[in-house]
């Protein structure tokens, strides 16, 4: 025996930590396991009246049995026409779209099929928390932008080793919608540089009523260096059924094709199969509901202001991105005082960038306005008490 235990963690993963939003929303659910009462502003995710799916209409063979490691035919049509239609991006379905389990894994694929250890991938804060450790964990390396460096500014992040950029477009946590001029530019670095542009266009529905999504792929219809992965979880509040999927050049898709078949074989048949046979109807039931949570999101925007409580600039999604003002804790410490002395739960800032650890991110699509301004006046109060 050489004194090595087989319970040791690989070196990699000693070095990941737990998703923080993930983290946060798991001790929710242990506290009202125990009867607690928080105010959940930390969920990523809106909560619809959305009706139970029936089965009953279909055969057992079409639900308990796998499907196409592409994914579905019929739900890749809808979701290419969709994409067609809405954002004049063409797309073929049988070799440019993938359906996998949830747009977290799709995201992952990608990296898995396009990036070689060493590789630099440029991600925007605040960034969606699981990017760098995505990259991280290709053999990538993460190159951050702090929140305050613009769009237009990158050219000096990119080097001969770069790769990739990520753009979260309608951006978690801050709710910002990237420009036509900004979206002009990301395109540009991409040709210039030979770069991939991932375009994760998870919150595409979630935008202010009366404007348009512009999807980043519809200035690249050949799809020579944008891939875009897309949510179907989000955008229909049944974030729980975990089913995204990836467009892109079907050379790229070949080989996201393969690492989905090693780790997932294919998306949940059952779910799949229910997302096609209903796809316009659920969009019709959704969307109303979508642009009242836009709504409110704006609304809380103009109650934090009341309060004096900065946010960074955005319109979309059902997150506000809040500045912790004169605290002087740390975006951890807060959420976890706040918490446990309030029972208001938030996101720490620092899961989307070290440049963000003086921010918060609050989430509106799982409570009632009154137990929204019940969270945030406990926020303006910590802050308040913990000011310098």
């Given amino acids: 025996m050489d004194g090595r235990s087989p319970l040791r963690p690989s070196a990699l993963l000693e070095t990941v930590d737990q998703a923080i939003s993930i983290k946060y929303n798991n001790l929710v659910y242990d506290l009202e396991a125990t009867g607690h009462d928080i105010v959940t502003l930390s969920l990523g995710e809106s909560f619809f009246d959305v009706p139970a799916p029936d089965f009953g209409g279909f055969e057992p063979d079409e639900l308990h049995h796998y499907s196409h490691s592409r994914g579905l035919p019929?739900?890749?049509?809808?979701?290419?026409?969709?994409?067609?239609?809405?954002?004049?991006?063409?797309?073929?379905?049988?070799?440019?779209?993938?359906?996998?389990?949830?747009?977290?894994?799709?995201?992952?694929?990608?990296?898995?099929?396009?990036?070689?250890?060493?590789?630099?991938?440029?991600?925007?804060?605040?960034?969606?928390?699981?990017?760098?450790?995505?990259?991280?964990?290709?053999?990538?390396?993460?190159v951050s932008v702090p929140h305050d460096v613009g769009v237009f500014e990158l050219d000096r992040y990119v080097t001969g080793r770069t790769r990739a950029i990520i753009v979260n477009n309608p951006n978690n946590p801050s709710g910002r919608v990237y420009t036509q001029a900004e979206l002009d530019f990301l395109h540009e670095l991409a040709e210039?540089?030979?770069?991939?542009?991932?375009?994760?266009?998870?919150?595409?529905?979630?935008?202010?009523?009366?404007?348009?999504?512009?999807?980043?792929?519809?200035?690249d219809s050949g799809k020579r260096h944008t891939l875009t992965i897309n949510s179907m979880s989000k955008n229909y509040g049944i974030s729980g059924w975990?089913?995204?999927?990836?467009?892109?050049?079907?050379?790229?898709?070949?080989?996201?094709?393969?690492?989905?078949q090693h780790l997932i074989t294919c998306a949940p048949t059952p779910l799949t199969r229910y997302l096609a046979e209903n796809f316009d109807t659920l969009i019709e039931r959704t969307r109303p509901q979508i642009q009242r949570v836009v709504e409110t999101r704006n609304e809380v925007a103009g109650w934090l202001a009341e309060r004096g409580i900065e946010v960074l600039p955005g319109s979309a999604t059902f997150y506000l991105f809040a500045s912790l003002?004169?605290?002087?804790?740390?975006?951890?410490?807060?959420?976890?005082?706040?918490?446990?002395?309030?029972?208001v739960s938030v996101v720490p800032g620092i899961a989307y960038g070290e440049s963000c650890d003086h921010y918060v991110r609050i989430s509106v699509g799982a409570e009632t306005p009154e137990r929204i301004r019940r969270g945030i006046d406990a926020i303006a109060r910590l802050i308040a008490n913990t000011g310098g």
Avoid: M
């Fill in 74 to 142: 019929e739900l890749r049509r809808r979701l290419a026409k969709y994409y067609g239609d809405e954002f004049g991006l063409p797309v073929d379905p049988d070799h440019e779209i993938l359906i996998t389990a949830g747009s977290k894994v799709a995201i992952y694929l990608a990296l898995l099929a396009t990036v070689e250890p060493g590789d630099e991938v440029v991600v925007l804060e605040p960034s969606w928390l699981s990017y760098a450790t995505q990259v991280w964990l290709c053999g990538g390396v993460p």
């Fill in 325 to 343: 003002g004169d605290s002087t804790l740390g975006s951890d410490a807060f959420a976890e005082r706040l918490l446990r002395e309030s029972g």
């Fill in 242 to 260: 975990r089913v995204g999927y990836v467009i892109a050049h079907r050379t790229l898709i070949e080989q996201i094709l393969k690492v989905n």
């Fill in 192 to 219: 210039r540089h030979g770069l991939l542009l991932v375009a994760d266009e998870a919150y595409n529905e979630f935008v202010a009523p009366g404007t348009r999504f512009v999807a980043c792929g519809a200035a």
